[in-house]
């Protein structure tokens, strides 16, 4: 590969990645007679009725709460049950280690719609049905075993030398693991955390089954409610995708050098 073509592939891939976001912003912004004629490159003028319609008509804002409230609880509870579990299976050894492990992934690899009707049972008799708890449970099954796989390779990464200096200066097994493992392994679980935001954030077939009304629905759920009995208001689901995107790249803007390093810890280094 030449230098030139070796500059221009970056280049290529950003554009393919940022091209359906840009037609997306373009949609949102064309009136529903010209969407499907001729979208220009730049919509002339800016028509905001999808946009009006979004959080006037159908108050886009109760499922964008409600996403919020569920993706941040279970990225909260994922990492502080995962965390100390992984760090047991990273550190300790004991027999059957491997074992948890292979069950772990096992739950992970699991279909989604398998466990829906034993969950839809068990949920609605602790009666959390159409609630933000009877979402946040069905997700940690999925969220928890992410996060433990992937913190397991980060906590390996800490040098056992600096957990052993500090319990030798007096330090419990669990104020070195508070005190030195977690600050060391932070690019690591911004990384789990997003990760697991991310799969809370998008994630349907629960949010679809355990959720009997609007007030309760989710921004996957609502966006793919819009349809009407005889047409889909595209531009309304155009405008609802931007927005629903915008919080995620925030989140990425924001914690960008953490997950970068997260994301590279478990590399070999040459």
């Keep these: 590969m030449t230098g030139t073509a070796a500059r221009l592939l970056p280049v290529a891939v950003v554009i393919a990645a940022l091209a359906p976001l840009y037609v997306a912003l373009v949609g949102s912004l064309t009136p529903d007679a010209r969407l499907f004629q001729s979208v220009p490159l730049v919509p002339t003028p800016l028509v905001w009725d999808h946009y009006r319609a979004l959080f006037g008509t159908r108050g886009f804002w109760v499922p964008l709460g409600n996403s919020l409230v569920v993706a941040v609880a279970t990225t909260l509870l994922a990492l502080l049950l995962g965390a100390p579990c992984a760090y047991a299976l990273a550190r300790l050894r004991f027999r059957g280690r491997a074992i948890v492990l292979a069950l772990v992934l096992a739950v992970s690899m699991l279909p989604q719609i398998s466990v829906v009707p034993p969950l839809f049972l068990f949920l609605r008799e602790l009666g959390l049905i159409d609630t933000h708890a ?25 040098p056992l030398e600096i957990e052993e200096a500090a319990m030798m200066d007096g330090a419990s097994r669990l104020v070195a693991f508070r005190r030195i493992v977690l600050p060391l392994a932070a690019p690591g679980l911004a990384t789990t955390a997003l990760l697991t935001f991310l799969f809370s954030w998008n994630e349907f077939l629960f ?29 309304e689901v155009l405008a609802a995708a931007l927005v629903a995107t915008l919080p995620v790249a925030l989140v990425v803007l924001v914690a960008q050098r953490r997950l970068v390093s997260g994301l590279t810890a478990g590399g070999v280094k040459g």
């Design 134 to 158: 009877g979402l946040v449970l069905p997700y940690l099954t999925f969220a928890m075993p992410l996060t433990i796989w992937f913190l397991v390779t980060v906590f390996r990464q800490v």
């Design 207 to 235: 949010a679809l089954t355990f959720t009997l009304g609007p007030e309760r629905h989710t921004v996957p759920v609502a966006i793919a409610l819009f349809r009407g009995q005889y047409q889909v208001p595209w531009g």
